[in-house]
């Protein structure tokens, strides 16, 4: 295992099975004992040039229970960008001010570049359709919490599994824990191949939907995401498929009794309301694994874990 010390989480691939689980293991301590002043030296940057409200917030109420100071950007409008600035000058600039940049940006591969021109660490907090490394140890957080395991699932994907950036990251992961997946989503949304590349490097199966019925009693996680409608090139192609999936309670009738509902949020329509107070919803408590875990590599990546 390399040191996770000083080092930019891009990808969730850039971490090993055991540095992932490290992170997780690190995380169930801060839910232990959430208010650890470890970050009093620290400062950490948020720069978001996309919106958000659980990645940045749940960021920012890590450094605060770490004790740690923040600064940043909730959007471009607001920083220099607007006046023309390049990524490369904002993050040369932002790294004079902070320990540690977390970014957010709409463009594939520009957490990569930050991290290539940046003296500190970056974390991508989502770049365009790429990845959401962060949303993925979540994700893996409330998995292993709720099933006990990440080995041998059955893992169903619902909805806009192209543009959907978080399902790219879990997919990956997962690829490490012998999971059997069930990508379900319109004929013009399939999971990319580069994606399911992973799959079947790692010798695992997968199988394609256009239905999400049949896969509700077999699954052990049904992971529920939103259309993207902002990534849609036309939107026309978007009003085709934007009620696709909408998921409510008697649909979850035949379920596996630990069957957990999972979804990154925000949901537009693609879970009813009627499902929020089944115990088998777990978006909420998902978002707030958010903290845990982003405290966790807060501090591994700071070297104070
Ligand atoms: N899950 C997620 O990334 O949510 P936000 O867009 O609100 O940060």
Redesign the pocket.
């Known amino acids: 295992m390399m040191q996770i010390k000083n080092r930019s989480l891009v990808s969730i691939t850039d971490y090993s099975k055991e540095e992932i689980l490290r992170i997780l293991d690190i995380a169930e301590g801060f839910e232990e004992n959430q208010r650890q002043k470890i970050l009093s030296d620290y400062v950490v940057a948020t720069l978001f040039f996309e919106?958000?409200?659980?990645?940045?917030l749940s960021f920012e109420s890590a450094v605060q229970y770490l004790g740690g100071g923040i600064i940043g950007f909730a959007s471009a409008d607001v920083s220099s960008v607007k006046k023309g600035e390049s990524l490369k000058d904002t993050i040369l600039t932002v790294s004079n001010y902070s320990d540690l940049i977390v970014m957010?940006n709409p463009m594939d591969g520009s957490a990569r570049y930050a991290s290539e021109v940046s003296p500190v660490p970056i974390i991508n907090?989502?770049d365009g359709a790429n990845q959401?490394p962060t949303?993925c140890l979540l994700d893996l957080f409330s998995i292993r919490k709720t099933q006990g395991t990440l080995d041998n699932l059955h893992i169903a994907m619902v909805g806009d599994l192209k543009y959907g950036r978080?399902v790219h990251s879990l997919v990956q992961a997962l690829s490490l824990f012998n999971t059997t997946f069930h990508f379900v989503s319109p004929e013009s949304l399939k999971m990319p191949s580069s994606v399911k590349t992973w799959v079947k490097k790692a010798g695992l199966e997968y199988h394609q939907y256009t239905e999400f019925k049949e896969v509700i009693p077999i699954a052990d996680i049904l992971y529920m995401t939103r259309i993207q409608g902002e990534r849609f090139p036309d939107p026309l192609e978007y009003e085709k498929v934007k009620n696709a999936y909408i998921l409510d309670n008697a649909m979850l009738k035949n379920s596996k009794d630990s069957l957990k509902v999972l979804h990154?949020?925000?949901r537009v329509n693609e879970i009813n309301e009627d499902v929020d107070n089944n115990p088998k919803a777990y978006y909420f408590q998902q978002?707030q694994n958010g903290v845990y875990v982003r405290q966790a590599l807060i501090a591994a990546i700071l070297g104070l874990k």
């Open positions: 919106p958000s409200t659980r990645t940045r957010r907090a989502g959401h949303q978080t990154p949020l925000p978002a």
